[in-house]
């Protein structure tokens, strides 16, 4: 569907990761007017010179039927020519609703059958094992049995959605994933009754680089692609993407092409891999089917996913082939201080910590070598500034909830909720969990 406006415009979800902004920058220099809608007018997009205007919306996490509904009363718009998805909830409202929005905006994205095989994780499994693409050892939590090695213990799902969890999607946290120790076996009901549904377990692969091998999809053609290699994480022992260098690998392009090519892919995808240290074998744990948080980054090696999905949506062809620079390196600023901040203060066992001094020697080596930032550019300041005060707020906001609670635990009478909550933590990342056990959750909340 095309209707090629003067004023055509691009929705984009404002969100805490960089995605949003990186789509505006990207998006509103080329004549496309940048609406960022979100439940949060603290989201760093909001602040951007290349943003036109700024819409509020239901948060997802707590309604998200009626962020579905006002998505779609965006579409009805007659400038929107179609909408980004920058996270899980983003692309399952737009893909299950798929032929209501293709009335009225182009629909980039997959089918829900498609994306059901993708943000359910037995089914991705399944596919992998069809496209000869390897993987860890994974089964659900009621058939496993081997508990003398090391494992993960992380949802079956991606989001907490209806047409998954049913009637309990409502109320149900899928969780994040969790490092499970030899020898011990998990509460496996308690499990389940949190979680709303059967988890899964894996094997932990140890001490596992992680890559990202990104693309975008044109019905089951590859319009282009790119990879990096997480150098940082968010913590010592891993987590969402700190600092990220570029690479070109036959062997990782091979296995994601596989992989999307057996689902058939329409829209955008980072597949995400451990690359298992015993045998150099890229390993799949999970495909985030939306952008990435390091968005920016794949941008700036020459990676321009934006453009290339208004193209893709609007019908424009992409006049060369795209391309993109190998060994350039990227960081995220606040990602880097939690990385020190973990080497500092924090203790993983499975991981070895890095002395304090080698850290700080090392990211300071990268920020000269590559001064390259996801938030920081010269010409549009604010959204780093944004950043910065909701990363500010929300270390207060934490100490003060820790002040204000009682001796046994409990909140103390009369402590107030806070209500206007800063958009300030990722909702959605691309580098694993926080944990021993790297690459689930591009970039690591679920």
């Given at each position: 569907m095309q209707r090629h406006r003067e004023d055509a415009s691009v929705l984009v979800p404002g969100i805490a990761a960089p995605s949003t902004v990186a789509c505006c920058r990207s998006l509103r220099?080329?004549?496309?007017?940048?609406?960022?809608?979100?439940?949060?007018?603290?989201?760093?997009?909001?602040?951007?010179?290349?943003?036109?205007?700024?819409?509020?919306?239901?948060?997802?996490?707590?309604?998200?039927?009626?962020?579905?509904?006002?998505?779609?009363?965006?579409?009805?718009?007659?400038?929107?020519?179609?909408?980004?998805?920058?996270?899980?909830?983003?692309?399952?409202?737009?893909?299950?609703?798929?032929?209501?929005?293709?009335?009225?905006?182009?629909?980039?994205?997959?089918?829900?059958?498609?994306?059901?095989?993708?943000?359910?994780?037995?089914?991705?499994?399944?596919?992998?094992?069809?496209?000869?693409?390897?993987?860890?050892?994974?089964?659900?939590?009621?058939?496993?049995?081997?508990?003398?090695?090391?494992?993960?213990?992380k949802p079956r799902y991606t989001v907490a959605a209806p047409a998954y969890l049913g009637s309990s999607a409502a109320h149900a946290t899928i969780g994040s994933t969790e490092y499970q120790p030899p020898g011990t076996e998990p509460d496996r009901q308690a499990e389940i009754d949190t979680r709303g549904h059967v988890p899964l377990v894996q094997e932990r692969i140890?001490?596992?680089p992680e890559y990202g091998f990104f693309a975008l999809y044109d019905h089951g053609d590859p319009v282009a692609t790119f990879q990096h290699c997480q150098r940082r994480g968010w913590k010592y022992c891993g987590g969402p993407s700190a600092y990220r260098e570029s690479v070109f690998i036959p062997e990782l392009e091979d296995a994601g092409?596989?992989?999307?090519?057996?689902?058939?892919?329409?829209?955008?995808?980072?597949?995400?891999?451990?690359?298992?240290?015993?045998?150099?074998?890229?390993?799949?744990?999970?495909i985030n089917p939306r952008f990435w948080s390091s968005l920016p980054f794949s941008v700036r090696a020459g990676a321009d996913f934006p453009a290339y999905y208004w193209q893709l949506a609007t019908g424009e062809p992409i006049t060369s082939e795209p391309t993109y620079e190998v060994g350039m390196g990227g960081h995220l600023l606040r990602g880097e201080l939690s990385y020190v901040h973990s080497v500092a203060t924090e203790e993983y066992p499975l991981v070895e910590r890095p002395s304090l001094g080698t850290a700080v020697r090392e990211v300071a080596t990268s920020l000269v070598a590559h001064p390259r930032f996801d938030y920081a550019v010269a010409d549009d300041p604010v959204p780093f500034v944004q950043d910065g005060v909701n990363l500010v707020r929300t270390w207060l906001g934490d100490r003060s909830a820790t002040a204000e609670t009682g001796d046994d635990g409990t909140e103390p009478t009369g402590a107030t909720p806070t209500i206007d909550r800063p958009a300030s933590e990722p909702a959605q990342t691309d580098g694993g969990p926080t944990g021993p056990q790297s690459g689930s959750s591009d970039d690591g909340t679920r």
């Open positions: 220099p080329r004549g496309v007017r940048t609406v960022v809608g979100s439940e949060s007018r603290s989201t760093p997009a909001a602040t951007s010179a290349y943003r036109d205007e700024f819409v509020g919306l239901p948060d997802p996490e707590t309604d998200l039927a009626a962020y579905g509904d006002a998505l779609r009363s965006l579409a009805d718009r007659t400038d929107i020519e179609t909408i980004v998805p920058v996270r899980e909830e983003d692309v399952y409202v737009l893909a299950n609703r798929r032929d209501e929005f293709a009335t009225d905006v182009a629909t980039p994205w997959p089918a829900f059958e498609t994306l059901r095989r993708v943000q359910d994780r037995v089914d991705l499994f399944a596919a992998a094992d069809a496209a000869g693409v390897a993987a860890p050892e994974t089964a659900l939590l009621d058939e496993w049995d081997d508990w003398d090695r090391e494992t993960i213990v140890p001490d596992s092409r596989a992989l999307l090519d057996e689902l058939e892919w329409h829209g955008l995808a980072m597949v995400e891999f451990l690359r298992d240290p015993s045998d150099g074998e890229f390993k799949l744990m999970e």
